[in-house]
C-alpha cells in the first residue's frame, strides 16, 4: 500500500493533485487492489492542443527570413558551399540578442522552408 505522506515520482507541478486523489482514494472503499493501482499508477491528463509558442516572435521569425533569403541569395550567385546552416543561423540569432534554441530554430526554419522529413527507401525487397 502506498503511502500517502511520502513524495510521488511524479513531476512537483502535479504531485499535489495526485497526493489528494490518492487521500481520496484511499477514503473510499475499493472492492480490488487492481482498481486503487490503476487510479495511482495512471499519468495525468492535460490538453496541449492551445499551447503557443512563446520564444517564436515576429522579429525571430523576420530575422530567419533574412538570413534563408540571404541563403537564396548565395544560391543563386553559385554561392551554394557558403549559404548559412540552421547552427549558423542560430549562433548568428544568439549573438544578436534572441534567447531561442536550436531545435526552435530549427523547426522554424522547417515551417518557413516547407521541407518535407527525408526518407531512406531501401532498394532491395
Known sequence: MVNPN?????KRVFQEKQRA???EGNSKTFG??????????T???????GRKKRKVTKELVDAIKAHLEENELKRHNGQ????????????????????ISYSTVC???R????QAQKVYINPCF
Not at 511520502?6 to 511524479?10: N, R
Not at 480490488?32 to 499508477?41: C, P
Not at 515551417?111 to 516547407?114: G, H, R, S
Open 21 to 23: 486523489q490518492l487521500q
Open 6 to 10: 511520502e513524495p510521488l515520482s511524479v
Open 111 to 114: 515551417e518557413l522552408t516547407n
Open 80 to 99: 551554394s558551399k557558403i549559404q548559412k546552416k540552421k547552427i549558423d543561423i542560430h549562433e548568428a540569432l544568439v549573438d544578436a540578442g534572441f534567447d
Open 32 to 41: 480490488d487492489i487492481k482498481e486503487l493501482t490503476d487510479n495511482i499508477v
Open 43 to 49: 499519468p495525468p491528463k492535460y490538453d496541449s492542443s
Open 107 to 109: 523547426n522554424t526554419v
